[in-house]
């Protein structure tokens, strides 16, 4: 259930991690305005070792010099991986759930937990953060525009790469079906229950809404 793009990260880390027996300073804390945790208490918020949040900070701080990254910038940053089709729209809902506190930024801290999730959380931690990318006005509750909504904007952003061309009704279609499916009592809504459960019991739903593939 791990994204490619997520792994190919995670590949980069390890690989950094096995080569770099040198990379033993501390976060440079002084040369940027925004000034993460110490690597201790992420170390133990996280399931990344020193070195490996060492390289991932090093990283960050290349592609955000001032130790945050605002919405444009992080758009940009993401369309790179899918230069074929528009990411901006699903680069907005995924810097949302980056988001985490809702200032506007990401913060090293932000993306690190994030992807410590991503990649080396279980299965009920990732699809809890799925359910909060889904649920796009953070009421709790994933209603069918909301996950029309994302699903749209994957296949804005996937749909080019497609074989066969994918239908312009083709995402709603797909809303139709595992929205009932996972609404099980009904009542025009998912709740975090509801959608961990249809999505553990139903690889179907889960392959079809494109969780933890190719996309995150």
């Known amino acids: 259930m791990d994204p490619r793009r997520v792994l190919t990260v995670s590949a980069r880390v390890d690989a950094a ?34 070195k490996e949040l060492q390289i991932l900070y ?12 605002n919405e444009e910038t992080f758009k940009d940053i993401y369309s790179q991986f899918f230069p074929q089709g528009d990411a901006s729209t ?11 506190d809702h200032n506007g930024s990401v913060s090293f801290e932000d993306f690190v937990m994030g992807l410590s999730i991503l990649l080396r959380g279980t299965v009920q931690e990732k699809l809890i953060w799925a359910f909060n990318l889904y649920d796009i006005n953070k009421d709790g509750y994933i209603s069918k525009e909301e996950m029309l909504d994302i699903m ?16 312009e009704e083709t995402p709603r279609q797909h809303v139709e079906v595992f929205f009932q499916k996972m609404d099980k009592n009904k009542d025009g809504v998912v709740t975090i229950d509801e959608f961990i459960d ?6 179907n739903i889960m392959r079809s809404m494109h969780l933890f593939e190719n996309v995150l």
């Open 17 to 50: 991690v096995s080569s770099t027996d040198s990379v033993e300073d501390e976060l440079e804390l002084s040369t940027v305005r925004h000034r993460p945790e110490g690597l201790e208490q992420l170390e133990a918020q996280t399931r990344f070792s020193r």
């Open 58 to 69: 090093r990283g960050f701080k290349n592609e955000c010099p001032s130790g945050v990254v």
């Open 90 to 100: 699903y680069a907005h809902f995924l810097f949302n759930a980056f988001d985490t």
């Open 152 to 167: 749209k904007a994957i296949y804005d952003m996937m749909g080019k790469c497609t074989y066969p061309v994918l239908k």
């Open 198 to 203: 249809s999505c553990q019991n139903d690889e």
